[in-house]
């Protein structure tokens, strides 16, 4: 049994106001990916470590979302992202930290997975190494989108806190005519037909973040986890994802004999809430359950299960 998830990020307070301008190129990105990804899983034709890196890529080409083309600015307002790739039978990883000159971050942390070693590299290393495999540097500005200028501008004309209009589910720019809501980190978990279990997840961060500020997102076992029995990736606050080791805690639970997914997962956001842990997670296991619980008005989220694609934003019905 084969099984692909994906989300575009979390965020929010209060009830949800319904889709946006901006969701239905959102939607018809993660309803695409996975109709490609969802049956190459099922034939055997595609590995779940292949699916999660061309899930993740598909996403940061898609400039609605919140990594690659399309990231938030930080506080220079400048684009610098970070990803991570792992593979759930033997633990290989790759993480990049901090690149400016990758289109596709989670294509250079899966060269480091193939790789070997190093299992990370940050800024200039990153994206010489991603020189070195083929990759061609681009220029930044070619990641910046008018809604993430419009974003920035509105964070440093307020004076606000980072993230503050990532969250914002209702800010209006009227100069751009579209609501500003910012979704986050996007990420995908693969069972394939062998049963093997892979995780990846890519962001652009906060809007006005700290030049260096490192979230959960490369951060093995914080924002990225997959072993012999649950793959995982999680989008909201990086730094209570950090402190609470969330995305390996979930693989730690499910080594409990009859562990339920669900409940596992469930515990691993109550765990991460005290922290100001806002947001949400992705996670599939090897005897094909797939969950996607989050903590916040929305996330964008999508499966590929027994021939079908669902997606969804708001809560659950």
């Not at 010489?128 to 004309?157: N, S």
């Not at 805690?249 to 809430?273: F, P, S």
């Amino acid at each position: 049994m084969a099984l692909l998830a994906v989300h575009g990020g979390a965020g929010g307070d209060g009830p949800w106001g319904g889709p946006t301008p901006m969701d239905p190129p959102r939607l018809a990105c993660m309803e695409a990916l996975l109709s490609d990804l969802g049956p190459r899983l099922d034939d055997g034709s595609l590995s779940a470590l292949e699916a999660v890196r061309l899930a993740v890529m598909a996403m940061e080409d898609e400039g609605g979302f919140n990594a690659g083309v399309g990231s938030v600015l930080d506080e220079t307002g400048a684009v610098s992202m970070d990803a991570s790739i792992m593979r759930g039978e033997d633990g290989a990883a790759g993480a990049v930290v901090g690149v400016r000159r990758i289109q596709n971050p989670i294509d250079t942390a899966h060269g480091l997975l193939q790789g070997g070693w190093p299992l990370m590299l940050c800024a200039e290393g990153a994206e010489a190494f991603a020189a070195k495999q083929g990759q061609r540097l681009i220029d930044p500005e070619t990641l910046v989108t008018d809604l993430r200028r419009a974003q920035w501008r509105k964070w440093r004309d307020a004076s606000l806190r980072p993230g503050a209009t990532d969250e914002d589910d209702a800010a209006l720019d009227h100069d751009l005519g579209d609501e500003i809501d910012g979704p986050g980190t996007v990420g995908a978990v693969a069972l394939d037909a062998h049963g093997r279990l892979a995780a990846a997840t890519s962001t652009g961060g906060m809007t006005g973040k700290p030049v260096g500020r490192v979230g959960d997102t490369p951060v093995i076992g914080a924002g990225t986890w997959a072993d012999e029995r649950v793959a995982v990736s999680c989008t909201g606050v990086g730094e209570a994802y950090l402190r609470a080791c969330a995305a390996h805690e979930v693989g730690v639970g499910m080594r409990a004999d009859r562990a339920d997914l669900r409940t596992v997962c469930d515990h691993v956001l109550d765990l991460v809430e005290p922290y100001g842990g806002r947001g949400g997670l992705i996670a599939v296991s090897a005897d094909g359950d797939v969950v996607l619980p989050f903590r916040v008005t929305l996330m964008y989220r999508g499966v590929w299960r027994n021939g079908a694609v669902t997606t969804a934003i708001g809560p659950d019905v």
